[in-house]
């Protein structure tokens, strides 16, 4: 069996290399800090999740996931789970016989409204040092990255 030899990576998708690594890592450090601010919530950043793509109307759980990048599996047992909690019901949906509407419940607007707090003075530390610009520059070219994909 011959080697074949393996192409090389351009400079700049190692870099793209080396920024999807990073980004994994602050992902899991993302859930982990969510995991923290809401834990007196009894949330987890899944749960919060699901809350927030809720925040402004009632969805669907397919119409979250794919808004979220989620499986409709893990937002229906997510969904599933803060129905237990007493934060969202299920309610008819309009549009289509069989796909309910996933609605907050005063008590999930309640739990969402502390976590946004929490979540404002917490946003506001971690980027103090940060100009507004440079953040967006860095989501711009994310968001560039994740139409590609």
């Given at each position: ?29 993302l859930?982990?800090?969510?995991d923290?601010l ?8 899944a ?25 409709r ?10 129905r ?32 946004t707090?929490?979540q ?30």
């Amino acid at each position: 069996m011959k080697n074949q030899k393996q192409k090389s990576r351009t400079t700049p998708a190692e870099a793209f290399t080396q920024l999807i690594l990073e980004t994994f890592r602050f992902n899991g450090r993302l859930l982990a800090a969510g995991d923290r601010l809401t834990k007196e919530l009894d949330l987890s950043s899944a749960l919060w999740q699901v809350l927030g793509a809720i925040d402004e109307a009632p969805l669907p759980v397919a119409q979250i996931a794919r808004n979220m990048g989620l499986t409709r599996q893990s937002v229906r047992r997510t969904a599933n789970v803060l129905r237990e909690k007493g934060f969202v019901e299920f309610q008819e949906n309009p549009n289509h016989r069989r796909a309910k509407l996933v609605v907050l419940t005063k008590q999930g607007r309640n739990v969402l409204d502390q976590a946004t707090k929490i979540q404002i003075d917490w946003s506001n530390r971690i980027v103090q040092d940060l100009s507004a610009s440079e953040l967006n520059a860095a989501m711009q070219i994310i968001r560039t990255l994740s139409e590609r994909l």
